[in-house]
């Protein structure tokens, strides 16, 4: 069974880093590519970039680039999403999905992960 | 980027209703056209790929069509578990944009 399960709730300060993962099991881990989606309080779905296990190739959404970073960790089948520096406006659900090869629909999501930055 | 604009954003139906959600797309994206339900609190859950292809274990009720950049998705019986809402994301060009969404609530 194809599972995605992310890290748990995150409240911060501003200022502050945050590392979240998303641990993909069930499936060729390095054969997908994985992507992350952005759900602020009460709004819809943004896009925020996507990367490839396998060789870490990654693309970045513009509204993101330079915001966030993408990595991965094949040896453990984790994708993280990481900020440097975190703003109050980064309160939002974070969402990993697997890329499906074909079509490249979002064919499988982990639960989310709720980051709050607050001071 | 590649916009996408979902409409209505909105819309009231009974249970039995047939309703269409339609979006569409600043260029053409051939085919690459997803579409997710959304109930509170949860992940998105994908029902259509490839515009018209209805994945694994979701009703029969729900349907896609379009190519290009004009796309539906019709639910042909409203029931309880539909209300909820969904978005079309494109999956032509990075970034892979979605629609701004349409909720879908009981009359």
């Known amino acids: 069974e194809v599972q995605l399960v992310q890290s748990g709730a995150e409240v911060k300060k501003p200022g502050e880093s945050l590392k979240i993962s998303c641990k993909g099991s069930?499936?060729?881990?390095?054969?997908?590519?994985i992507g992350w989606v952005r759900q602020m309080p009460g709004k819809g779905l943004e896009w925020m970039g996507i990367?490839?296990?396998?060789?870490?190739?990654?693309r970045y959404s513009p509204s993101f680039q330079g915001q966030v970073t993408i990595s991965a960790d094949k040896s453990i089948s984790t994708a993280y999403l990481q900020w440097s520096s975190l703003k109050a406006s980064d309160t939002a659900m974070y969402y990993c999905?697997?890329?499906?090869?074909?079509?490249?629909?979002?064919?499988?999501w982990g639960q989310g992960t709720l980051v709050t930055v607050s001071s | 980027d590649i916009q996408m604009t979902q409409s209505p954003s909105s819309l009231s139906a009974s249970l039995g209703d047939r309703v269409t959600i339609t979006c569409r797309a600043s260029?053409?994206?051939?085919?690459?056209l997803s579409w997710f339900q959304q109930k509170p609190g949860k992940a998105p859950k994908l029902l259509i790929y490839?515009?018209?292809s209805l994945q694994s274990g979701v009703p029969s009720r729900f349907s896609g069509s379009g190519s290009g950049t004009d796309f539906t998705l019709t639910i042909s019986s409203l029931q309880p578990e539909d209300f909820a809402t969904y978005y079309c994301?494109?999956?032509?060009?990075?970034?892979?944009?979605f629609g701004q969404g349409t909720k879908l609530e009981i009359k």
């Open positions: 999905a697997r890329r499906d090869n074909d079509w490249y629909s979002s064919d499988y």
């Open positions: 990367i490839y296990p396998g060789d870490s190739d990654t």
């Open positions: 260029q053409s994206i051939t085919r690459t």
């Open positions: 490839a515009a018209s």
């Open positions: 069930g499936y060729s881990f390095t054969s997908f590519w």
């Open positions: 994301q494109q999956s032509y060009n990075t970034p892979y944009t």
